[in-house]
């Protein structure tokens, strides 16, 4: 998946400028998921207002969650459902331990696609339709413009349509969940 990165600053006279302009560097095509695909596009340790350029961390974070008081941008794209359940289990896990780390193994075993996060996320779907699916209740239907906020709670994300799903999440880290 190709995601475009503009990313503002300063100059060194303080004036606002563009950056970085190109693809965002940290993104995952998945091989034993074909069509999954994630995208860390930005990531910050603290989210009060920078003073001058702060620095791109979205390719040395050792997570894609954000800690405390740290945020994180992500784009991801979900094939539909069926791509998941064809999938070699194993090998897809493994990926998934590689590619998504500090997410991963906050999956649930015993429930496929559930996971939980410390984090208060702004998810927008960008394209499609994907269906919320949390610890009680009936699933939610979303569509391109709509918006969750994920507050830290337990829930997985199902495509039940033949396209594929595009969402976009902004993370910000509060306390941490027990694993």
Known sequence: M???RIVTGFDEKGRSCVVSDG?????HDFVHIPGFSNTLVWSMQDVTAPR???ADLSVTAESLLPGPGGSGMTVVRFPPSSVFASADVAAAEAEQRQAL???AHRFDPERPGFHTTPTVDYVIV???ELWLELDHGPQTLLRKGDVVIQNGTSHAWH???SQPAVLAAVSVGTHPVSD
């Open 126 to 128: 960008l394209d499609g």
């Open 52 to 54: 001058g350029t702060p």
């Open 159 to 161: 495509n039940r349509t």
């Open 101 to 103: 780390p500090g997410l």
């Open 2 to 4: 190709h995601v475009r």
């Open 23 to 27: 693809p965002a560097p940290r993104t």
